[in-house]
C-alpha cells in the first residue's frame, strides 16, 4: 500500500502561479511512475503530467506543456507540481497518483494509489 498526501492547492488568479506537493509513504519501493490528474466539475479525469520515479523522464498533456513543470524529491519520497501562467481552464481538482506498473500512462484506471485531491482555482 502507498498513501499520498497532496498540498498547495487554493485560489489564484490568472497568470498566477501554484506549486502542488505529493508526499508518498508506505510500499515506496512499488511505486514506479507518479503522475498528476486533474478534475474539473462534469468532466473527465484527466492526464496532467507523469514522472518516473527512478529516472528523470516526465511526460505532459499538451495543454499545460510549456507552463507545469513535474520534479521529485526521493530523498522525501515527494513530487511537485510547479504550474506557471494558470488559466481559468485549469481550475479543477488536482491528484497525484502511484503507478506500479512500467513505464508511465496517461489512462487513470493505469494507476493504483490515489491522494484525496487539493482544489486549484483561477480566477479570470
Known amino acids: 500500500q502507498v498513501q499520498l498526501v497532496e498540498s498547495g492547492g487554493g485560489l489564484v488568479q490568472a497568470g498566477g502561479s501554484l506549486r502542488l506537493s505529493c508526499a508518498a509513504s508506505g510500499s515506496i519501493f512499488s511505486i514506479n511512475a507518479m503522475g498528476w490528474f486533474r478534475q474539473a466539475p462534469g468532466k473527465a479525469r484527466e492526464f496532467v503530467a507523469a514522472i518516473i520515479w527512478s529516472g528523470d523522464s516526465t511526460y505532459y498533456a499538451d495543454s499545460v506543456k510549456g507552463r507545469f513543470t513535474i520534479s521529485r524529491d526521493n530523498a522525501k519520497n515527494t513530487v511537485y507540481l510547479q504550474m506557471n501562467n494558470l488559466k481559468p481552464e485549469d481550475t479543477a481538482v488536482y491528484y497525484c497518483?502511484?503507478?506500479?506498473?512500467?513505464?508511465?500512462?496517461?489512462?487513470?484506471?493505469?494507476?493504483?494509489?490515489w491522494g484525496q485531491g487539493t482544489q486549484v482555482t483561477v480566477s479570470s
Open positions: 497518483a502511484v503507478r506500479r506498473g512500467s513505464y508511465y500512462s496517461t489512462n487513470y484506471y493505469d494507476y493504483n494509489y
